[in-house]
């Protein structure tokens, strides 16, 4: 069964794509702030050390209001999570726009972090609660797949009208994007309803009927889980390694094939592209197998023998464009399987806390892959760059094992 079988207005369908709307939006605003940095570095007359602490803050923030708000998820509600988040996204950009000192761009990135730290909580309690079961992968795909589209995006959206207008006219164009993201999904918040109270107690009689002696997780219970801390390294590492080729690759392209900065930017696209691709194919694949783990075993594998490939120098220049798509690709597939994992890791009743805290991992990560991969290429080893993702995903593999071996009794992937 795919998404393209019964009407496209289905209440799935439009719920699935209202959600999407909601995680390409809060992707696109990862990336408002880098592509304007020769902007502000003239205006306000910054460092790059001064302008990448933006980011830094911005990560570091989105972290602990990642880990916090799936409490408040659980015991709120998604939807009114996810408005607010929506809303301060707006609202940073605003901010940003009117910013006459550094000390305004970093309270643009502060309520920046505050907003995008809400979303895989509620994401992913919305999909897990409102989407059908054998609709779940590809609820997983298209969610996926609108991410990487906001991060293709913003870059050039923010600079093109940058250049036409001004830096500040492109902040407030952001701003208005996310209001009128935050208007159309107000229209149809009927699609978006989320009782908590309502799905604690669907979750606590759904864990009865398999277990009549179950009793609710406290609150802080679900932290005991070894399950849900592998699910954390598991993202955690994941966000190492590409906030590493995110970061350094184009450079490290540059050093060890001579192949440009500009060329090598470009083939980040590329593996954009490629991972959005491969997540169509992962979520029709993920509902078909019901072991998920393999899938991602898999597709990670693939993507560890094209780094070391690349680190090695074991081809020519010419091939490192299709190298990147293969790598995209793997990733891509792995995704709605990794996702369907992380699912039957987490106990009945939490699912807003457990996404918090497991997805969290992928802001630390994005502020420690940066820093370890620049000391790779500050030591001149920038062959050290593939070959250090690929070490860490051998990682991802181990910890995908041990997520899968640590989950008691996992239902099979509906057919």
Partial sequence: MSLAQGSFYSSDNRTIGLISLAHGTSHFYHLVLPPLFPWLKIEFGLSYAELGLLMTVFF????????SSGFLVDHK?????????IGLL??????YAVSSSYLGLMIGAIL?????GVFHPVDYTLINHKISPKRLPYAYSFHGVTGYLGWALAPVFMVAIA????WRTAMMAAAILAISVLLLLWFNRDLLTDDAKERQASNLANARKEDPNHSPLGTFDFLKLPAVWLCWLFFFFSMVAMSGIQSFAPSALFKTYEISVASGNFFLTLLALGTAGGMLLGGYLASRFAA???????CLFVSVLMSVIIGAELVSAAFIPTLFVVIGIGLGIAAPSRDLMIRSATPQGASGRVYGIVYSGIDLGASVGPLAFGILLDAGRPNWLFLGVAFIQCLIIFTAFRVASSIPNRPATAD
């Fill in 60 to 67: 570091v923030v989105s972290c602990i209001v990642q880990a």
């Fill in 77 to 85: 509600g998604a939807r009114p999570v996810l408005f607010a988040g």
């Fill in 90 to 95: 707006a609202l940073s950009a605003v901010t």
């Fill in 112 to 116: 920046m972090g505050c907003g995008n």
């Fill in 163 to 166: 250049e036409l207008v001004n």
């Fill in 292 to 298: 998920p783990e393999r899938t991602v075993v898999i």
